[in-house]
């Protein structure tokens, strides 16, 4: 398990558009706005450009990333020969979603580090309700990406149905602009998807308020019902 996870962060890291996507491009989007807008007045909207920062690496990696990857594997019948060997399939998965984490946690505490230290951004208020809001962030949009490397036949469906379900959730999850400036139906759509729930959840929790039980439990569910889902549809070859 160790040598294939060290294998897979390898690949990960040979890679440069996934690191420019689940690391450069929050780090690029915190300090863009740091510029802008010279954060430190303790207006309610800075909450919106940090958290808009992780939730979107963390959605290009469990919705576009992850999903594609596996998919990917079983079109080239990578995992049908390693179900031959001693090394179950299973533990490439695991492999894969050790990565996946270990790239979400640098990127979260990028975002922090960055937006904190050099443009002044408040940091969380509550670190015990950001700490537990990233990680069910992490489990929720994975699932969602496992769910679609399930389904998908090949590496290239599973990469469109991403974007497909990326850009969705991005529009109605109040990343593409703050919740309260969406039309009400938008707003109230996006408190019942993983990633609406992730985001407004981790403005709460950085203005120092604990999470609305809604969107921590829209998350618990979408991670433990899309896990259980894809563990029965999932597809070795």
Do not use: C
Not at 173 to 183: Q, T, Y
């Amino acid at each position: 398990m160790t040598a294939l996870t060290k294998y897979e962060l390898k690949l990960f890291l040979r890679d440069p558009a996934a690191a420019l996507i689940v690391l450069v491009l929050p780090v690029g989007i915190v300090a863009l706005f740091g510029v802008v807008m010279s954060p430190g007045g303790g207006d309610a909207i800075e909450t919106f450009f940090p958290s808009a920062a992780i939730a979107l690496g963390l959605a290009q990696l469990g919705m576009n990333l992850l999903p594609s990857t596996m998919a990917g594997y079983r079109e080239k019948g990578i995992l049908r020969r390693m179900a031959g060997t001693p090394v179950h399939p299973a533990v490439l998965l695991s492999a894969q979603l050790v990565v996946g984490a270990l790239f979400a946690l640098v990127s979260m505490a990028l975002v922090v580090a960055v937006g904190v230290v050099a443009f002044g951004f408040g940091p969380p208020g509550s670190i015990p309700a950001f700490l537990l809001t990233f990680v069910l962030g992490v489990m929720s949009l994975f699932a969602v990406g496992l769910l679609v490397a399930s389904i998908a036949p090949s590496g290239r469906v599973a990469t469109g149905i991403g974007v497909a379900v990326f850009f969705v959730s991005i529009v109605f999850g109040g990343i593409f602009m703050p919740v309260e400036s969406l039309p009400a139906f938008i707003a109230d759509v996006g408190d019942f998807t993983p990633l609406g729930a992730f985001m407004q959840a981790l403005r709460a929790s950085w203005a120092g308020a604990w999470p609305e039980p809604l969107h921590l439990g829209v998350m618990s569910v979408v991670a433990l019902g899309f896990s259980l889902l894809s563990a029965k549809v999932f597809r070795w070859e």
